[in-house]
């Protein structure tokens, strides 16, 4: 018998539902990779300096609207930056590792949550 | 939005222009204190660091450090503010922050670069809880530099309102047009417009009135929150007086009083 038989339900299903969160993320960066690699890689080519507010201008309303909440809050998971744009967590995770592949964030991990920031 | 149980938090309000010369820091000025009169907790900063004004309105000798201190890190926004409450004549409290005016300063604020702006971003954004929350500040309102300044923009990022000071002029009433759909659209900031320096005449009946109102909320596809008429006494004071304190009966007294019971209800 596996040892984790003898475990309460309750704490393999969270470890499950941990594991689901990453792979989650791992797809949503790939699928993003994807997405700037049909637009010919404009990370490579065009780094960008700062998220100053002239690069916010440039930036797609969607992108705008989370880069902006990042800048207000500092460091932030995805699940807050949706708190504040209203939007589903999902979505602003995508949005998040997309600012991330693009330069203009951060991110690192704490325990089982991811922490979003501009660097200073 | 609550600081407290029972507290509203406080707002930023930004007074911003396509052109310079519109009356922004006039209105700035006049609206803190009219804030402060009712008995609000205010503030006002000076954010046009390419032509600062302030310092000619209040000569303040109370602090030694400018706001272009705190943008630079140098030091915390405390050190700034100083407390105009005394000369203000009210029942509530006044605080001012000031832009350094030499010239040394003006030149390093128009070189810093990108990555300095992006930090400036964050200090500004952080005021909300340095000033609002810690210090209970009912409002707190930026003086800024008119057209599509760095600061400025900063500004407006960081605003809970933002108010737009136009004249009738052509070109003025033209470029905020665009800077409305520019701008503030791609922020999704609440703005509204003030139409400043319009010809009395323009405003004799109601009918008038009313026709002017309807003229710039349609060019403008925001609410005009006040059409106030070009006075020439407050063109001649020369920026000299607070007319919500030195001239409390005054007809542009009357204009700014209404303007901040409208921003609460908008």
């Known amino acids: 018998m596996s040892k984790s038989f003898g475990k309460n339900p309750a704490v393999i299903l969270e470890k499950i539902r941990e594991s689901l969160d990453r792979l989650n993320e791992k797809m949503e960066i790939f699928i993003e990779l994807q997405k700037q690699e049909r637009k010919q890689d404009l990370i490579v080519h065009d780094l960008p300096e700062a998220l100053d507010v002239m690069t916010l201008l440039s930036l797609p309303d969607h992108l705008r609207k989370t880069a902006v909440s990042i800048c207000k809050l ?17 979505v602003e995770s995508g949005y998040l590792n997309q600012l991330v592949l693009m330069s203009y964030l951060k991110k690192e991990r704490k325990g089982r949550k991811a922490y979003f920031y501009v660097e200073k | ?81 100083v407390d105009y409450t005394p000369e203000c004549e009210c029942n509530g409290s006044m605080y001012v922050g000031l832009a350094n005016p030499a010239i040394e300063a003006l030149r390093d604020m128009s070189a810093k670069d990108r990555k300095w702006e992006m930090r400036a971003l964050g200090r500004l954004l952080s005021l909300k809880n340095t000033v609002l929350n810690d210090m209970e500040l009912d409002y ?6 008119p057209g599509l300044q760095y600061s ?33 659209d791609l922020f999704e900031k609440k703005t509204a417009i003030l139409m400043n320096k319009v010809p009395i005449e323009f405003l004799s009946t109601q009918l008038e009135r009313d026709s002017v109102y309807k003229r710039f ?50």
């Open chain 2, 152 to 184: 400025s923009i900063n500004a407006i990022v960081s605003a809970d309102v933002v108010l737009v000071v136009s004249t009738i002029d052509r070109s003025d009433v033209e470029g905020t047009k665009r800077m409305v759909h520019e701008l503030y």
């Open chain 2, 1 to 81: 939005m609550l600081r407290n149980e029972g507290t509203k938090m406080g707002k930023i309000i930004v007074i911003h222009s396509y052109k310079g010369g519109t009356g922004k820091t006039l209105l700035s000025v006049n609206m803190a204190a009219a804030y402060a009169k009712m008995g609000k907790r205010v503030c006002l900063l000076d954010l046009d660091f390419r032509a600062p004004s302030l310092q000619s309105i209040f000569k303040l000798n109370g602090s030694k450090y400018w706001l272009n201190d705190y943008l630079n890190g140098s030091c915390e926004i405390g050190k700034v503010l």
């Open chain 2, 140 to 145: 707190l309102i930026y003086d800024t530099s």
């Open chain 1, 74 to 90: 500092g460091h932030a998971t995805a699940e807050e930056v949706a708190e504040q744009t209203k939007r589903a967590r999902a």
């Open chain 2, 217 to 266: 909320e349609n060019t403008h596809t925001l609410p005009v929150l006040k059409v106030i008429p070009c006075y020439c006494d407050v063109l001649r004071s020369g920026g000299s007086k607070i007319f919500v304190r030195d001239e409390p009966e005054h007809a542009f007294t009357k204009h700014v009083n209404d303007i901040t019971l409208k921003i609460d209800n908008f």
